[in-house]
């Protein structure tokens, strides 16, 4: 199984994040994917850079004007007198217009994100673009007859629509994964998400969609972020009703329950009967990660791989969340090994 990957993702380096009512270091940090990187590495993994790919790539997923906003969000800060992180302070809720994009940059940064954890910084945009290619690179492989590959995305994508940006997720690497494969030749997709956080950004963009199948295992939304999304009765809408599948599961969840309701994922897919298979992998459902409540054990990790693995699907891999850093190397090789022990 082959590892796309780029230093390119140190470019991007939020100083903080407004976390319960606190301004804090980012947990979305660089050294996630060093640590990654060297636990692949010591397991022998082949290390290759991302292909380019075209912008149109990106714009199969996302709103042009949205990918503008993000290419030029941080120049525009520069241009305001300011500096380092960008984070919004004031969103369009209830009450609020919807239908005037305000042509500050302060406004817009409202306009495009849902929450005060995604800081912008100068080299975000660099960073961003990288990780969509490597989850390309990842989509490219597989398309082209390799069984699996892994994309060491950071910043993650999941959280992020077709036209706004959250959760520190920029651009969807998953839901461009997934359209790639369609794109290439590849049948009915389904975009599988283990990450501890609902991934309501490739929801939305596959809503409408019965040839991207969203099935998502995460910690329910009455507690637990992005907050408003991610509930068992959403299940797609107009040609994608049925398409999409939420399993919310309770705070403390361990790799039994966890266990079943993948099982129930999977039953759904198979009904779909997909030609190939996305999983959006976040460890934040690790027993340690300092912003997640699921119990999971880096033993559980080696099962998952080999639930995901025994699918016998082509699949594409994408790194989502995961923010017990000591230990992120040790859960992603867990999963990844199952994989290698078929491919390698
Ligand atoms: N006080 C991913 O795992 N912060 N994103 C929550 C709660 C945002 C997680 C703040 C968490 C986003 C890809
Ligand atoms: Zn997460």
Sequence with gaps: ???????????????????????????????????????????????????????????????????????????????????????????????????????????????????????????????????????????ALVAEGESAAYALCRPPGHHAGRSFYGGYCYLNNAALAAQYLRDHGCGRVAVLDVDYHHGNGTQEIFWERDDVMFVSLHASPETEYPYFLGYADECGAGAGEGCTLNLPLPLGTRWPEYRAALDLAFEAIDRHAPAALVVSLGVDTFEADPISAFKLTTADYRELGACLAARGLPTVVVQEGGYAVAEIGANVAGVLGAFAGRTL
């Design 1 to 139: 199984m082959r590892v796309v990957h780029t230093p390119l993702h140190e470019r991007h380096d939020g100083a903080y994040e407004l976390h319960r009512g606190a301004l804090v270091p980012s947990f979305e940090s660089p050294e996630r994917v060093h640590i990654i990187l060297q636990a692949l590495e010591q397991a022998g993994y082949g290390v290759m850079p991302p292909r380019e790919f075209p912008e149109a790539a990106l714009l199969r997923v996302h709103d042009a004007e949205f990918v503008e906003f993000l290419r030029t969000a941080h120049a525009r800060w520069r241009a305001s007198g300011r500096d380092g992180s960008m984070l919004p302070s004031g969103f369009p809720a209830r009450g609020l217009r919807r239908d005037r994009r305000p042509s500050g940059i302060n406004g817009a940064m409202g306009w495009y994100t849902f929450d005060a954890s995604t800081p912008i910084v100068a080299g975000t945009w660099e960073a961003v673009i990288a990780a969509a290619q490597c989850a390309l690179t990842a989509a």
